[in-house]
């Protein structure tokens, strides 16, 4: 079991994982409007997935304490996250 955390600490943690989701979001912002609205094309939607990965790791670690959790449901988290952004991107690549 871990130990507790104290409240600075939470804070802090909190705060820095608030920051990526920022800056992950920046990320795939730039990388949308790098290629041009209409032209963004594979590689931006391929960046925006994974972004979208990254920022719902830190959603389920941080703010919702999966990070605490056992190994199987941190695998299966990641597991349903690789499936249906997996999906998304199967989607997009019939659509285009």
């Not at 600490?9 to 041009?36: C, H, Y």
């Not at 032209?39 to 972004?51: D, F, N, S, T, Y």
């Not at 999966?66 to 499936?83: E, I, P, Q, T």
Request: proline fraction near 2%.
């Amino acid at each position: 079991m871990q130990p507790t955390e104290s409240h600075s600490d939470w804070s802090r943690r909190l705060a820095r994982a608030w920051m990526l989701l920022v800056g992950l979001t920046l990320v795939s912002l730039t990388a949308v409007l790098g290629f041009g609205h209409a032209e963004a094309g594979l590689p931006a939607a391929a960046v925006a997935l994974v972004a979208s990965y990254f920022k719902a790791r830190a959603v389920l670690d941080h703010f919702l304490d999966l990070r605490r959790a056992d190994k199987g449901w941190r695998g299966f988290f990641s597991g349903m996250l690789v499936a249906i952004l997996g999906g998304l991107m199967a989607t997009y690549l019939i659509a285009a």
